[in-house]
């Protein structure tokens, strides 16, 4: 029986657990394969902590780099099919979303691009009526700026909106289903045989099981040594030092790097949750990126859920947290976007929550999602004994890791599961 560890229970991990462990059922029901054990382990007491549970949750078919955009593709058109056959719209707020630039300094002088109600030939007035409907809610109506402020950059087909929160605990709870087994609070130590006199005897992960005291300090409770045939990195920010305590022994390290940011979510009366009744297709979301003086650039989503996620203040200088929750927002970097989000949205815009996440963000600006040759990994670490074997990075999505998770988690599977891969990534091999 192959056995699979997944380090990092954030949504590039989850989404590994998801495909590996649909992947290897289907096989196994087929009397294809033996089954397969999947393990998630997670040190952060508070899941989802991380930026996966706090980012926007604004995805895009095609704003990618030539290197990412296979995966960008594919990615984007996993989330359309899981969607439509798990009820994503009403479980995690997946929907189809029009993105806007929007100029701020825009005067009201200059006109709308209000919908006119004028009749095409051969419409009748209810459909009309249907058309004019469907095109005002592809506006962000609920903006409180001159409408022709705010210019179109994507159509609804191509770009999309999702909570990365509920779409985390999706993929949990249909992992928990499948058999996944969950490790958390617990932290991989190092990498052993079962027989240490045998350097073909099976490879093992040794695990410290963790528990938080009342003051907040982490305190080892057990240990627990778990079969590891193939092992898949997906510990964000926090993959260095996953690598180094693994392989001390390596030449080198992935050069995953931390870019900060902050956020706020509000509700807003002029966005509600549900589209009006008298609409047919489902109402878009809505992305809108600007500027603002102070030297950043603000993006407002609207969610299926009835929130507004507000972002754009980023620090590179703040820490990494040792773990994801321990993070906190800045009061001043939440007022300054608070100041945007009430001129945008009204000042009875009521704050919902303020997070403070870390996007992990590799120097190429690319993700890597690979195996990685044996011979990186430093010396005592013997090759893989199992097809499949052997130790797999998905990392370093940077600001597109909620877009990507799902074609990251299907094409890592289908490598352990030595298929063909859905998808080209040969330019995200590099780390
Ligand atoms: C403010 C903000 C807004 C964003 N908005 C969007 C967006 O709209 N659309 C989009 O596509 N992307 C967005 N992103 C980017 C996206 O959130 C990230 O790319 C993505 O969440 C990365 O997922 P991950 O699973 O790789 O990392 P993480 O979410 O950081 O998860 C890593 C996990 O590893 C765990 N871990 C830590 N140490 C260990 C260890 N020793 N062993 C095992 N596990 C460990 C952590 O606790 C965590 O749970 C945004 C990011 C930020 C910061």
């Known amino acids: 029986m192959p056995h699979t560890v997944i380090l990092g229970g954030g949504i590039i991990g989850l989404s590994a657990a ?32 991380s930026a996966s549970g706090k980012a926007g949750g604004f995805i ?23 969607a439509e056959a798990h009820a994503g ?48 809610l592809e506006l962000p109506y609920w903006l409180q700026t001159p409408p022709h402020a705010a210019q179109a950059i994507s159509d609804r087909k191509t770009t999309g909106q999702l909570n990365p929160h509920q779409l985390c605990e999706f993929l949990l709870e249909e992992c928990i289903d499948m058999g996944v087994r969950l490790h958390h609070p617990a932290r991989a130590s190092r990498l052993s045989r079962a027989d240490a006199n045998d350097p073909n005897s099976q490879t093992m992960i040794a695990l410290n099981l963790l528990a938080t005291t009342s003051t907040g300090r982490e305190i080892r409770t057990g240990t627990l040594d778990i079969p590891c045939d193939s092992l898949i990195i997906a510990a964000g920010c926090w993959t ?47 992305a809108i990126f600007t500027s603002d003086p102070s030297g950043y650039s603000p993006e407002l989503y609207s969610r299926a859920g009835g929130d507004l996620w507000l972002g754009g203040v980023n620090s590179a200088a703040l820490p990494l947290p040792a773990r994801a929750m321990d993070a906190r927002a800045d009061p001043a970097a939440v007022a300054r976007m608070l100041a945007v989000g009430r001129e945008l949205c009204g000042d009875d815009v009521e704050v919902l929550e303020s997070g403070l996440c870390f996007r992990p963000v590799a120097p190429s600006g690319k993700p890597t ?31 597109w890791g909620i877009s990507l998770c799902l074609g990251t988690g299907l094409v890592v599977s289908e490598m352990i599961l030595q298929r ?12």
């Open 18 to 49: 998801y495909y590996l462990a649909k992947l290897s059922k289907e096989a196994e029901s087929q009397g294809g394969t033996a089954a397969r054990t999947i393990h998630i382990v997670e040190p952060c007491p508070e899941l989802f902590a």
């Open 89 to 136: 719209s009403a479980r995690w707020g997946w929907s189809e979303s029009v993105s806007y630039s929007l100029d701020r300094n825009s005067s009201l002088a200059s006109g709308s691009v209000t919908p006119s109600n004028e009749l095409e030939p051969e419409q009748t007035e209810s459909e009309v009526d249907l058309d004019a409907e469907q095109a005002r």
């Open 369 to 399: 999602v690979a195996r990685v040759e044996p011979r990186e990994l430093g010396a005592g670490i013997a090759p893989p004994a199992v097809a499949g074997g052997g130790v797999y990075l998905a990392v370093g999505h940077g600001p």
């Open 60 to 82: 895009a078919r095609d704003w990618f780099n030539p290197a990412v955009a296979p995966l960008g593709a594919l990615s984007f058109d996993l989330h359309r099919t899981l």
């Open 240 to 286: 260095p030092e996953v690598f180094r305590t693994l392989f001390p022994n390596a030449a080198r390290t992935p050069a995953i790097q931390n870019l900060a940011g902050y956020s706020v979510t509000l509700r807003s009366k002029h966005w509600a949750p549900r589209p009006p009744a008298h609409t047919q297709a489902p109402r878009p979301c809505h």
């Open 420 to 431: 063909p891969t859905s998808t080209d990534v040969s330019g995200l091999a590099k780390w």
